[in-house]
C-alpha cells in the first residue's frame, strides 16, 4: 500500500467512525490470535527440536556450575589466607633475629676493639662476625620473598569479585529458566535430577553427599571393609 | 627409612600438584622424583624404564590415571609398579575401581604431608614382607 492510499483508507474511515472502531477491535483480536498461534508454534517447534528438553538440562545443570565456582572460590580464599597468615608469623621472627644479629654484630665489634686477646679468640670472633653479617642479609632477602608471597595473593581478590559475578549471572539465568519451564510445562512434572555415574566428577564440592567420602579416613574405611 | 634412591614418577595435569607433591617426596628423603603431565606421557616415561613407585592423579587429559593404572597392571615389565593414586575423585565408585585395578593406596585431595607419609610407608611395609 502506498503513502497515498494509506491516506485514502485513513480518511475513509474517519468518515464513518463507528465501523472503524468495530474494525480496530477485529483487528485487535486477530492479532492477538495471531500471536497466540505464533506462541504455540514456537513451543512446539522447540519441543520436536529437543530445546526443551535442553532447557531443562541447563536449568539442572547451573546450579552444580554456580557450587562448582563458589568451591573455587572458597578453596583459593582458603589458600590466600594460609599463606598470609604464614607471612604473619614469619616476618617478625625475621625481624627479631634481624635485630638480635645487628646488635650482636655491634657489641663484638666492641669487644674486638681491644688489642690484648688471643688470636683464636679473634679468629672465632671474626667467623661469628661473618655469620651474623650473613643472618642479616640472609633474613633481609627472606622478607623479599616474603614480601613476595604475600604480593602474589592479589589474586584471590580478583578472581573471586569475577567468580561471584559469574555466579550471580549464572543465579539469575537459572531463576529465568525455571520460571520459563514452570509457565510452559505447566503439566509436565519436573524431571528429578540426573545423577552422572561416572567416574570423573572432580573435587566434591558437597561433604553431605552421598556415596561420596569426605575424608581420607573414609577412604581408607571403605579399603579395609572391602579387604585391600 | 626411605631410600634416597626410590625413583619416583608424578603424574599429574597441574604443575602446582606435582611441584607440591615432588616437595612433599623431598621432605621425606625422596630426592629422585621425576614428572609426567597425563596417562600417556607418564606411561610413555615408565616404559622407558628406571622407576620404582608411582604416584598420579586420576582427572587428566589424553590418559587418565586409572587407564594408566591398568595399562600398567597389563604390562608385565611394569605390573608389579607400586602406584598411589592420589585425586579429588571421591566417590566410593571411584575407590573401589581404583582398589579392582590394582591400585596400592588412594589418597583424596586436598590431602596432607602427614597423610601421603603414612600411605607411602604403608605401601613400602606391605612391599617389604
Known amino acids: 500500500m ?96 634481624i635485630d638480635k644479629a645487628a646488635s650482636l654484630e655491634a657489641k663484638w665489634k666492641d669487644v674486638m676493639k681491644t688489642p690484648s686477646l688471643k688470636s683464636e679468640y679473634n679468629e672465632a670472633a671474626e667467623a661469628t662476625l ?15 620473598q616474603l614480601l613476595e608471597i604475600m604480593m602474589a595473593q592479589d589474586f584471590q581478590d580478583l578472581t573471586g569479585q569475577v567468580i561471584k559475578k559469574i555466579t550471580e549471572l549464572a543465579h539469575s539465568i537459572e531463576k529465568e529458566l525455571v520460571r520459563t519451564l ?10 528429578a ?14 561433604p553431605e553427599a552421598t556415596n561420596v567420602v569426605s575424608s581420607q579416613e573414609q577412604v581408607d574405611d571403605l579399603l579395609d571393609s572391602l579387604g585391600f | ?40 606421557d607418564g606411561l610413555n616415561k615408565l616404559k622407558s624404564g628406571g622407576f620404582d613407585f608411582v604416584v598420579s592423579d586420576w582427572n587428566m587429559p ?31 565408585e571411584n575407590i573401589i575401581a581404583a582398589a579392582q585395578a590394582g591400585a596400592n593406596g588412594y589418597v583424596v585431595k586436598p590431602f596432607t604431608a602427614a597423610t601421603l607419609d603414612e600411605k607411602l610407608s604403608k605401601i613400602f611395609e606391605k612391599l617389604g614382607q
Do not use: C, W
Request: cysteine-free; glycine content about 4%; proline content about 3%.
Open chain 1, 2 to 97: 502506498s503513502k497515498n492510499e494509506k491516506k485514502i483508507t485513513q480518511s475513509i474511515s474517519d468518515n464513518t467512525a463507528l465501523d472503524g472502531a468495530v474494525a480496530v477491535k477485529a483487528n485487535e483480536d486477530d492479532m492477538l490470535h495471531r500471536i497466540g498461534q505464533m506462541t504455540r508454534g514456537l513451543h512446539e517447534s522447540l519441543r520436536e527440536l529437543g530445546l526443551d528438553q535442553m532447557i531443562e538440562k541447563a536449568a539442572q545443570e547451573i546450579p552444580d556450575a554456580r557450587d562448582r565456582l563458589n568451591y573455587v572460590a572458597t578453596m583459593t580464599e582458603q589458600a590466600a589466607d594460609r599463606v598470609l597468615n604464614a607471612t604473619d608469623i614469619a616476618n617478625p621472627l625475621q625481624d627479631n633475629i
Open chain 1, 130 to 144: 661473618v655469620f651474623l653479617k650473613q643472618a642479616v642479609e640472609d633474613s633481609n632477602a627472606t622478607k623479599a
Open chain 1, 182 to 191: 514452570v509457565d510452559f510445562a505447566p503439566n509436565k512434572p519436573v524431571m
Open chain 1, 193 to 206: 535430577a540426573v545423577e552422572s555415574d561416572g567416574l570423573l566428577n572432580g573435587p566434591q564440592i558437597n
Open chain 2, 1 to 40: 627409612m626411605a631410600d634416597p634412591n626410590t625413583k619416583f614418577l608424578v603424574v599429574d595435569d597441574f604443575s602446582t600438584m606435582r611441584r607440591i607433591v615432588r616437595n612433599l617426596l623431598k621432605e621425606l628423603g625422596y630426592t629422585n622424583v621425576e614428572e609426567a603431565e597425563d596417562g600417556q
Open chain 2, 62 to 92: 589424553n590418559m587418565d590415571g586409572l587407564t594408566m593404572l591398568q595399562n600398567i597392571r597389563k604390562d608385565s615389565a611394569l605390573a608389579s609398579l607400586p602406584v598411589l593414586m592420589v585425586t579429588a575423585e571421591a566417590k566410593k
